[in-house]
C-alpha cells in the first residue's frame, strides 16, 4: 500500500504541526489497526508524530535510534547510516567518491556507536525496547529526503525479526517513497510532492523537537500494574490490573472456582492480550472460603452480581474509564460473564468464552447484545455439545470456535496459545470497531 496525494505546498496543505501530521497520518494508517503493530518513531523529530499515529492506533511506541555516518570532512554529507542491533547501512558510491578509508569509517561509526546507545538508554529510560518479533513494525518519521536513515531504520525492524514493516511519514518525494519500497513492505505518505527541497517548508511548526519530549512522549504510555482489593457483598476480593501503554480495551477474567487471578491459563491469555495492547483485570470471584462450597461455583446469580460490581470499580479508576469493555469466562465464569453482559444497560463491548458453560446462563442468552466467541476443544465433546446448543440461543453476532486436539484444560501442546490468539483477535476487532473503523472480522 503507497498511499501519495501530491500537493503544490500551499498554506491548505501545509501541516500545522508534527501533532497534525501524526494525526493525519493515522487516518491513512487506520487498516492497519487490525494487525496489532508496535508503532516506532526516528528521533527526535519522529517521535511526536509516531505518538499520535500509535494513539489513534491504541498501539504500543517506542524508539528505533539510528545515527548518521557523515563524511569526515563534510559531515553534513551522509555516507551511511547505522542503528540499534549492529545495523550498518553504506553508500557505497559516496564512500569511494570522497576516498574515505575503511580506518577512518570504522572511527566514525564507533563514536556513533556510543552515542546511539546512549539516546537509546536515555529516551526509554533503562527500559527494554519493545519485542518486534513477529510483529508488524510502522517506522514513522516528520519527513524524509533521501531515505539514508528511514532505510537503516527499516533494517534494523528486519533484524529484530518484525513480520511486516512499513513506513510512514507525512511528507516525502515520490522517487524516495520508489526506492524504499524494496527496503519496507508497505510505503505511507500523506504528501508526496515532486520539488521537496526541505522538510520543514511542510510545517507551519517545525521547533526542533528535543530530547525532553521525545521522553516525555515515551513516558506518556506507561504500564500500569499493579495488586488491587476490591469489597464486593462485604467481602474482600484480590485482583491484579494490568494496563499498558495506549490501552485499545480492557479485559475483565471470570473463573467460577474463585481461580482467575492464580490460574496458570488466565495469566498466559492475560499475556497475549496485554502485548496486543488490551488491559486486562484478573480478579477473584469468589474468597477462598467461598469457593470450597461447591454450591456458590454453580451459583450464576451471585457471580454475575459480583462480576456487575467489579465492573463498576473497574470504571471508576482513572487508568481504564472510558474503555472499551470485555469479558473472558472460563468454566462457570462464561456464564457469569453472559450474565453480566445481559444486564439491562449493558455496554460490554465483547465477550468469550474459553472451555465455558454458557448453557448455565440458557435464560438470559437472548438478552446479549454483545459480540461473543465460544472457545472449545475439539476433543472436550461434551462442552462442545453444550457451546452448540447455548450458540443456537444466542441471537447477537457468535462464533463456536473448535481448536481441534484440545481438551477441556487445554493442556495439550500449542492449544492454550490457540485459544488464546482467538481470543486476542476478537477482543481486538470489536474493540476496535469501537473506536473506528479496522480490516478484519471474525477470529483469525
Not at 501530521?21 to 492497519?32: N, T, Y
Not at 528521533?43 to 505518538?51: S, Y
Not at 553508500?91 to 578509508?101: P, Q
Not at 451459583?299 to 452480581?305: F, H, Q, V
Request: proline content about 5%.
Amino acid at each position: 500500500m503507497t498511499a501519495r496525494r501530491v500537493r503544490d505546498g500551499t498554506d491548505d496543505s501545509k501541516f500545522r504541526d508534527r501533532r497534525d501530521a501524526g494525526h493525519r497520518l493515522a487516518q491513512l494508517l487506520r487498516p492497519l489497526a487490525g494487525e496489532h503493530p508496535v508503532v516506532v518513531g526516528l528521533p527526535r523529530g519522529g517521535v511526536p508524530v509516531a505518538a499520535e499515529v500509535a494513539r489513534a492506533l491504541r498501539a504500543p511506541l517506542d524508539v528505533i535510534v539510528v545515527r548518521k555516518l557523515g563524511v569526515p570532512w563534510q559531515p553534513e554529507l551522509g555516507m551511511g547510516a547505522i542503528g540499534e542491533g549492529g545495523v550498518r547501512v553504506l553508500n557505497e558510491r559516496i564512500v569511494a567518491a570522497e576516498g574515505v578509508s575503511a580506518d577512518q569509517l570504522a572511527e566514525i561509526e564507533q563514536r556513533e556507536r556510543l552515542e546511539l546507545e546512549r539516546r537509546a538508554l536515555a529516551f526509554r529510560g533503562g527500559r527494554p525496547m519493545i519485542e518486534l518479533s513477529g510483529r508488524t513494525v510502522i517506522v514513522v518519521d516528520d519527513g524524509i529526503a533521501t531515505g539514508g536513515t528511514a532505510r537503516a531504520a527499516l533494517q534494523v525492524a528486519r533484524a529484530h525479526g518484525a513480520r511486516k514493516v512499513v513506513l510512514a511519514v507525512p511528507v516525502a518525494p515520490p522517487e524516495t517513497v520508489e526506492a524504499l519500497l524494496g527496503d519496507a513492505d508497505e510505503v505511507v505518505a500523506v504528501e508526496t510532492p515532486r520539488d521537496l527541497w526541505a522538510i520543514g517548508a511542510w510545517y507551519q511548526d517545525f521547533t526542533q523537537t528535543t530530547d525532553d519530549e521525545v521522553v516525555a512522549c515515551l513516558a506518556g504510555g506507561e504500564r500500569t500494574d499493579r495488586e488491587v482489593d476490591i469489597e464486593v457483598d462485604g467481602v474482600r476480593l484480590g485482583g491484579h490490573l494490568c494496563v499498558p501503554p495506549r490501552p485499545r480495551g480492557v479485559v475483565v477474567f471470570a473463573h467460577g472456582s474463585g481461580s482467575s487471578r492464580r490460574s496458570p491459563r488466565n495469566q498466559l491469555v492475560a499475556r497475549v492480550l496485554q502485548d496486543a495492547g488490551i488491559a486486562t483485570l484478573l480478579f477473584d470471584l469468589l474468597t477462598d472460603d467461598e469457593a470450597s462450597r461447591r454450591s456458590n461455583v454453580f451459583d450464576i446469580d451471585l457471580l454475575a452480581r459480583r462480576l456487575i460490581d467489579v465492573t463498576a470499580w473497574l470504571r471508576a479508576q482513572p487508568e481504564t474509564a472510558g474503555l472499551a469493555l470485555g469479558y473472558f469466562g472460563a468454566s462457570t465464569g462464561a456464564a457469569a460473564a453472559l450474565g453480566a453482559a445481559a444486564e439491562p444497560g449493558s455496554d460490554v463491548t465483547a465477550v468469550v468464552s474459553r472451555g465455558g458453560r454458557p448453557d448455565l446462563a440458557m435464560a438470559v442468552l437472548r438478552s446479549v447484545t454483545a459480540p461473543t466467541l465460544l472457545i472449545v476443544g475439539g476433543d472436550d465433546t461434551e462442552v462442545l455439545e453444550l457451546n452448540h446448543e447455548a450458540a443456537r440461543h444466542l441471537v447477537a453476532e457468535h462464533h463456536v470456535a473448535v481448536v481441534t486436539g484440545a481438551t477441556h484444560l487445554f493442556e495439550e501442546p500449542g492449544t492454550l496459545e490457540e485459544a488464546a490468539g482467538l481470543a486476542r483477535d476478537w477482543f481486538a476487532d470489536r474493540f476496535d470497531r469501537r473506536s473506528g473503523p479496522v480490516n478484519g472480522s471474525g477470529p483469525r
